[in-house]
């Protein structure tokens, strides 16, 4: 059974640090692309950021682009999302999704055929 499971969301400061860690189980993470998704309320699911299967291609959206970092270790079946100066306009949930294995990603949602259940960020003061 595919699992992706979300955690270290949580409430920070504005400037502040998280770090998401997504992990996987029932399939090897090293044949799969990654991506990190989130939707605040009333607004699209918003791509974040993906990484490819072997790790060699990392893509960011703009509104993240130098605060956020995408990494995986395929051992531990994990990926991580490096989140600092954090916003309040970063608040949403935020969830990850696989995809069948590429040298390449895409932040497109409808690439991806499974996904956790979120994780909840909020960044208020």
């Known amino acids: 059974q595919v699992q992706l499971v979300e955690s270290g969301g949580g409430l920070v400061q504005p400037g502040g640090s998280l770090r998401l860690s997504c992990a996987v189980s029932g399939f090897t993470l090293d044949n799969y692309t990654i991506g990190w998704f989130r939707q605040a309320p009333g607004k699209e699911r918003e791509g974040v950021s993906c990484i490819s299967s072997r790790g060699g291609f990392r893509s960011y959206g703009d509104s993240v682009k130098g605060r956020f970092t995408i990494s995986r270790d395929n051992a531990k079946n994990t990926v991580y999302l490096q989140m600092n100066s954090l916003k309040p306009e970063d608040t949403a949930v935020y969830y990850c999704?696989?995809?069948?294995?590429?040298?390449?990603?895409?932040?497109?949602?409808?690439?991806?055929?499974?996904w956790g259940q979120g994780t909840q960020v909020t960044v208020s003061s």
């Open positions: 999704a696989a995809a069948r294995g590429s040298s390449w990603c895409r932040r497109s949602p409808g690439d991806y055929d499974y």
